[in-house]
């Protein structure tokens, strides 16, 4: 998580369209700033079938070309029938335009109507640069909390503090009509009611430590499986910035949030674990552009504070104490680097480098 | 190509998460691997170049052999003076790899033929879509349309036969106008290989839309497959248009020595080989962190299969919800402390680099292993099949109405050699535990020699087979593979305490009773004549109680004995199950006590 940030984000369409804003433009997270129409969905209609025929004779029967204009149930072709009687006909399963008729297959393909599609600026900023009929890269200066799993997609509101303490769970008697359209931020998690609530009185977004994997289950209605998120429709978009569990979230991330109560606040709880990783975030704009950037530590240092991401001290934070340059035996056998820290308890413990992640330099 | 008989040999292997460089010498006692450097993959952003990756890992290979490969950023060649190569060879599952869609007439046979080309190929399909595959045609063109191939391959009608069908299919694909995933502006692939009578309707509908490539029928008659036309035109196709699109790849088609491989097609060669000159039928699995590769090679015939969503780290919490919480508790005893195995096993795929610490995380990590095993092997065995029984299909719409398709080729008393590959199963603290694990999700039956890969180099062996197979048997045997031993498990069942089967060995005799695992020690690179009895109830390859005499080879576990029966059932009763658990770790020293 960075306090302050220069951030860029781009917005692109799925298909080329039309861009709607200019580069130097200041936009609105909720402004559009592209469009397009996504083609309709086809629809097939095997009319030699309906009509019993061979296919090579479909165009002797057909009322309509390719490129004409249909409603639903309008008449595509008749057969001629007996003596004008008993005609076999085959009309439009969907209004839209008929795509293409086979002589091979007896096929009629209706294409339906385009679907427009829009996308917003997502945070409020400057367009510094417009990508040609695709979109535009919005820039802004804000604080930015990346999470480590989400579900639900983009979602806007003023933020609001539900917990007194990041390790406080987010209960669902803390949620009412004052929370409609906001982002709210718990503490370590919240219960399967307290997400249910949140849904009901129409709360945009959710922030939280963690989670248990059975609440999550139930929630989204299906055991989570591949880790691509995003375009769950739940009710809200949920974030989470450490992981399963009932995990306190780290005290500067939410000290970053709250600071900011009251601010607009962008989330997105799109994420993809692999092959392009995607993590869910929050973004919270600043008026005034800052001077001060973040500049992120590399490497394990003694004195680093740590968070701890495997059992048995999954979520405890730690202070590096030493690092130990050979390899070291540990209670599964396996001779990994190690690191030697100090627990918030006291507790000095030895662990595998791969099992924390830097906290604070 | 420098030289019939490279005294030295590069190869890389360009992964989803890092790079790998072997560097191969000839010595006296033959080709052995010397070292293997290791530097994160940078297809991606911010570096977006493979070539940074390459050059990393071979930096390390340096450093490691003391030995200069490069002299700034080119590969010296060739090998003199202590200095450069003779040879580079290069394989790449980055970027996620080939992901294809195929589409083929009936599910059961053209469809299924054009997934085992692309899968052959070394590619991963996304979908497989036929005319009777029940999903109406705007469904099909909606799903073409939301999936981004990399490349289509196209099949359908035996050469001859009607051709409706599969015309149809390819107008679906023109309708939905697929969009590849590597940009905007370049056209599809799309491969066409079925009935040779529908070129030319097929070209009239896809030439325009797509980069259209016709090979022969890959189904020309119901009872013969032909997939190799198929197969060479992905790989060709894969280089040409993949690859050459991808960050740095056309660099890196330019240093190598030989075409550049998808690392399953190359594992698969590999595999192919060692079947080949052993003369026996191999499996060969890869549990990598997102998917799990099954090869084998049943009667000479090789097949591949890759469960896209199977796998240790990204891929996790998807083992979790095909098993389902129970079938991976059973391989944990009950009086284990584990905590919430939910939470732990979405908190690993969130934190894919993060390692077992305690011994309860590692035995659930283990037992998740086990049930991705499985049921990628389940996958494997429904696709592997043989093209028997289609000589009853009389007309199209007898063939349309067959649910059944030819028997699973995979026959586990046929198995000769079962070959494991990597992190969960190479890095195991101990090689038991590995063992173990490939007994457990395989299930093997009578005699079965069991390998580990001991650093995952079998890509970079698979392209150098196809060069110099020599080098390459050479370092596989000595330097890649771990002999674990030979698993003898008779197939029967009985109660437990029975007799199951009495091994006698270097003049002593081993009782084994039924539900019991015993191991015989007996190490790397020795072998012993052995005479196996299974009592009546239990058949070893000779049928029920048929005794034989086996040349047995040891490994580092040595002789399994796996008298639990097949197929396997652990006890229901949970104390039972428990105590077995600890039983058979305790027989195999799987696990500190």
Known sequence: MTERALLRRERRLPLAGTVHVGQGETVSAEQVVASTQLPGDVQALNVVQRLGLDPREIRDYMLKSEGDPVEADELLAESKGLFGLFKSAARSPARGTIESVSDVTGQVLIREPPQPVEITAYVGGTVVEVLPDEGVVVECTGALVQGILGVGGEAHGQLVVRVDAPGHPLLAASLDESCRGKVVLGGSHAELEALRRAVEVGVAAVVVGGIEDEVLEAFMGRSLGVAITGEEQLGLTLVLTEGFGPVPMTQRTFDILKARQGERASVNGATQIRAGVIRPEVIVVEEVRGAEFEVPATGLVVGHTVRLIRQPYFGQLAKVTALPEELREIETEAKVRVLEAELETGEKVTLPRANVELIQA | ?593
Request: charged residues 25%; hydrophobic residues 40%; glycine residues 10%.
């Open chain 2, 1 to 593: 190509m420098t030289g019939d008989d490279p005294r030295v040999i590069l190869a890389t292997d360009c992964g989803s998460t890092t790079t790998k460089a072997i560097l191969i010498e000839r010595t006296q006692q033959g080709y052995r691997l010397r070292v293997r450097g290791e530097a994160p993959t940078t297809v991606e952003a911010p570096f977006e170049d493979v070539t940074r990756g390459v050059l990393n890992a071979i930096a390390e290979a340096e450093e490691l052999s003391q030995r200069q490969l490069l002299d700034g950023e080119n590969i010296l060649r060739p090998a003199r003076d202590g200095r450069g190569t003779d040879l580079y060879l290069s394989t790449s599952s980055a970027g996620g790899g080939l992901q294809m869609m195929v589409s083929g007439v009936v599910l059961t046979m053209t469809a299924e033929s054009a997934e085992r080309a692309a899968l052959g190929a070394g590619a991963i399909v996304m979908d497989v879509i036929a005319s009777n595959d029940r999903r109406l045609p705007h469904q099909k063109i909606k799903r073409i349309r939301q999936l981004r191939p990399d490349m289509i391959l196209l099949s359908g009608g035996i050469d001859g036969g009607t051709t409706s069908h599969v015309v149809e299919l390819a107008e679906i694909i023109a309708a939905a106008n697929p969009r590849p995933r590597l940009g905007q502006k370049f056209r599809l692939p799309v491969i066409y290989a079925g009935n040779t009578d529908a070129r030319e309707p097929i070209r009239e509908r896809l030439a325009d839309k797509t980069e259209l490539h016709i090979v022969e029928n890959l189904r020309p008659v119901l009872e013969r497959e032909n997939l190799q036309p198929a197969r060479r035109e992905i790989q060709n196709l894969f280089l040409e248009h993949v690859m050459a699109h991808a960050p740095g790849y056309a660099r890196l088609i330019a240093w190598t020595d030989a075409e550049i491989m998808p690392t399953p097609a190359a594992v698969g060669a590999l595999i192919q080989m060692v079947a080949e000159e052993q003369g026996m039928n191999v499996i060969g699995v890869d549990i990598g962190g997102a998917t799990t590769d099954v090869f084998s090679v049943f009667g000479g015939t090789f097949n591949r299969t890759v469960s896209a969503n199977l796998g240790m780290s990204y891929s996790i919490s998807n083992v979790l919800a095909e098993a389902g919480r129970d079938n991976i508790l059973r391989w944990v005893p009950a009086d284990l402390e584990v905590g919430k195995i939910g939470n732990h096993i979405r908190n690993k795929m969130i934190r894919p680099t993060s390692i077992p610490q305690t011994l309860g995380d590692l035995v659930v990590e283990q037992a998740v292993a086990r049930e991705a095993l499985r049921l990628s092997f389940v996958q494997h065995k429904s696709l592997a099949v043989g093209l028997s029984g289609v000589q009853q299909a009389r007309t199209i719409s007898d063939v349309f109405e067959q649910t059944l398709t030819g028997e699973t080729l995979v026959d586990m008393m046929a198995l000769g050699l079962l070959v494991g590959s990597g992190g969960v199963l190479s890095h195991a603290p101990r090689r038991q535990q590995a063992a173990l694990m490939l007994i457990d999700g395989f299930q093997p039956e009578g005699v079965t020699m069991l390998a580990v890969d001991s650093i995952f180099m079998m890509p970079q062996l698979g392209v150098l087979a196809a060069i110099h197979p020599q080098a390459a048997t050479e370092v596989f045997r000595r330097d890649c593979l771990v002999p674990l031993g030979t698993c003898l498990a008779p197939v029967g069942r009985d109660r437990p305490g029975a007799a199951c089967v009495r091994v006698e060995l270097r003049g002593q005799s081993f009782e084994v009773r039924c539900g019991e695992m015993r191991v015989i020690e007996l190490g790397p690179g020795e072998t012993a004549r052995a005479r196996l009895e299974p009592s009546r109830r239990f058949d070893l390859g000779q049928g029920r109680g048929g005794a034989l005499e086996r040349e047995l080879t040891g490994g580092v576990v040595g002789i399994i004995v796996d008298a639990r029966g097949r197929p396997l059932a652990l006890p229901t009763d949970e104390a039972q199950r428990t105590a077995s658990l600890r039983r058979w770790w305790r027989a195999l020293r799987a696990y500190p006590e």
